[in-house]
């Protein structure tokens, strides 16, 4: 049994109540919303949500690190407890009234996933995962998918709003894919992409430019599902790197092959430097 129990129940609480808080300011249609740069936003809500989790969580684990979007000063992975959190991550889309937008909260230790938490707030799905006992769907188990045909895959990724370096190269892939790919989807939302990857909706996963919140909580999840998550190079500096890439086995190894077509190596490497 983990550890961890304690920790899974409370995250599960706190994105729950995030959620309603979030609904709420939905439901009204009535919120600010700033900007913290180019295309950058952030709502009224984001804040409100990203108070309430800290609120649980430092009530329950007062001695442990957190890093949360809408109030981390720096981006730093300590060696001890670290939490990760993203009151809404497609905050575009819930200003819009799109959806998907999703909670997530992830703990970290000796810099490895240990909790994974993601609640997409509109639909209600909640993925939730502990290192070493599985991922889970509204409580049921799942796993990633058994495609191992590229050409039948559907594989997802995410448009960078504030880093247009790649965007050239990004595109030629982009480019590729459509052409040897089933389907290509966007949702918006990293944590709920790799949900998809992690129930088998999607066979694949790529982007860059994220944040450690983004992704902390949802690649544990792809990881108990049987997924692989790494960065563009096939190592292990995704959740720093601003590179992610998630797949079952086969089209994993598919989108990390093609990248060295399309990427320079310095291009795949991605930032190192806080490690």
């Not at 009151?87 to 909260?105: E, L, R």
């Not at 052409?179 to 088998?200: E, F, I, K």
């Not at 292990?236 to 060295?260: K, P, S, T």
Request: with cysteine; glycine share 8%; hydrophobic share 40%.
């Amino acid at each position: 049994m983990s550890k961890y129990l304690e920790e899974l129940t409370v995250s599960k609480k706190a994105v729950k109540s995030a959620a309603e808080i979030i609904q709420n300011y939905q439901t009204e249609r009535n919120f600010s919303v700033d900007y913290k740069g180019k295309n950058d936003l952030v709502t009224e809500a984001d804040v409100k949500a990203e108070e309430q989790i800290l609120s649980i969580i430092e009530s329950n684990f007062p001695a442990d690190y957190i890093l949360a979007e809408e109030s981390a000063e720096e981006l730093t992975l300590p060696e001890e407890r670290t939490w990760l959190i993203d009151p809404i991550d497609g905050t575009t889309n819930f200003a819009h009234g799109f959806p998907v937008y999703c909670v997530s909260i992830g703990l970290w230790e000796n810099r490895k996933p240990q909790v994974g938490v993601v609640l997409e707030v509109s639909s209600g799905e909640l993925f939730t995962a502990l290192n070493g006992h599985g991922a889970y769907r509204n409580g049921n188990p799942i796993s990633v998918s058994k495609c191992d045909d590229p050409q039948k895959a559907m594989v997802g990724t995410g448009f960078p709003y504030n880093d247009m370096s790649l965007v050239d190269h990004y595109l030629q892939f982009f480019r590729m894919l459509m052409n040897n790919v089933q389907a290509v989807r966007r949702a918006g939302a990293a944590s709920y992409d790799l949900c998809c990857v992690a129930c088998g909706r999607f066979d694949g996963f790529y982007e860059y430019a994220l944040n450690p919140w983004d992704v902390g909580a949802a690649a544990l999840i792809v990881q108990e599902a049987g997924g692989i998550v790494s960065d563009w190079k096939g190592s292990d500096n995704w959740l720093l790197g601003r590179r992610i890439m998630a797949g079952n086995a086969v089209v994993h190894d598919f989108l990390l092959d093609e990248m060295e077509n399309y990427f320079s190596e310095e291009e795949r490497n991605g930032r190192r430097e806080m490690i």
